[in-house]
């Protein structure tokens, strides 16, 4: 039993509840793949991490406690969204098994989910141990069925109204297409998987769930079916990495100083823009410096802090994005090499 100093009483007291936010040990290196964002990362910009609309997963549950306790009170824009979407879910939940052979499905899912309650627990690098079983499932179908309803939503959509406001109001479905590759919004990609692929064969016999997914997210021509990640943030990154060799730990000097793009270019140095928008990968070849065009969207700053994120915690040593970044922080100073970048870009 874990025991705490208490220093006013000047005694220890046994820490017999678990709580939220306490780290997962010991972690299984094979098995952890979702975060907490470290503070020194978040407190540059909390709301890059912080979901708008929809709750998905154990790292943001307490959340919606939060949120009951302000129930009624419509100034509380953000917790009145995850109210919302919580119904939502439960809605979702109805309409996806009447898709498919209703409560037989269901419990089919909750099967499968209780048997890999265990590995499901141990992606999170923090303890869940304070969701109680029977919560901890029932939290994990409910965000999973409302994953594939969404998902198949989204790919059998018409142009015409339905009643259901993430359809009909496209401005909600980029929002939740956003909260969607948080890091900390995520579930394990291979049950998401498991429950689609075993038991929904029938349904789009076109498509497997990858297919799916990487429809869903407008990467199928950055990414191969066949293609392996762990959850919606590692889909991103992997996508901008797919290029890129990993690299053994020692065998290249850290990057500390380097020229700016204007003052590269007065020294001769020739640039190219490679016409790959994902790709993080950057060449130097006779004097020219190929550079993938990088376009900055709405979200943009959100995907790359969340893929930054997950590199800091699951990938130090292939931090790709992350030495990209960097590398881009270097080149652009001044408004010279703004201009000359962008010059360079175009055709």
Known sequence: ???????????????????????????????????????????VNPEAYTPQLVLIGPLHHSLKSQ???????????????????????????VEFARRVE?????????????????????SYSESTAWISSPEFVDMILHDSVFLLEFFLRYTLWEPKKIGDPLMDEPCLEYTVDGDLILLENQLPYFILEKL?????????????????????????NGFGNNSKFRHFTDLLRC??????????????????????????????????????LLSVEVKFKNGVLYIPCF????????????????EQCHYPLNAHVCNYIMFLDFLIDTEKDVDLLVEKGNP
């Open 67 to 93: 949120a009951l306790m302000s129930r009624g009170d419509i100034t509380n824009t953000k917790s009145m969204g995850y109210l919302n979407m919580e119904e939502l879910k439960k809605v979702y939940l």
């Open 295 to 310: 376009v900055a969207e709405d979200q943009t700053e959100m995907k790359i802090r969340n893929i930054m994120a997950l």
């Open 196 to 220: 689609f692929d075993q038991l929904v064969p029938t349904l789009i016999r076109m498509q497997t769930f990858s297919e799916l997914t990487i429809t869903h997210f407008g990467l199928r």
């Open 239 to 276: 996508v901008r990495v797919k290029k890129v060799p990993d690299h053994d730990l020692g065998k290249y000097e850290p990057m500390y100083e380097m020229y700016s793009a204007d003052k590269l270019h007065t020294g001769g140095v020739k640039f190219k823009a490679i016409d790959d």
């Open 1 to 43: 039993m874990e025991r705490i100093l208490d220093l006013h009483a000047g005694s220890s007291r046994e820490l017999n509840k678990p709580a939220p936010g306490m780290w997962r040990f010991p972690r299984d290196p094979d098995l952890c793949c979702i975060y907490r964002v470290p503070n020194c990362l978040r407190q």
């Open 102 to 122: 209703g409560k037989k499905t269901i419990d089919g899912f909750r099967r499968i989910i209780e048997e890999d309650e265990d590995l499901i627990r141990a």
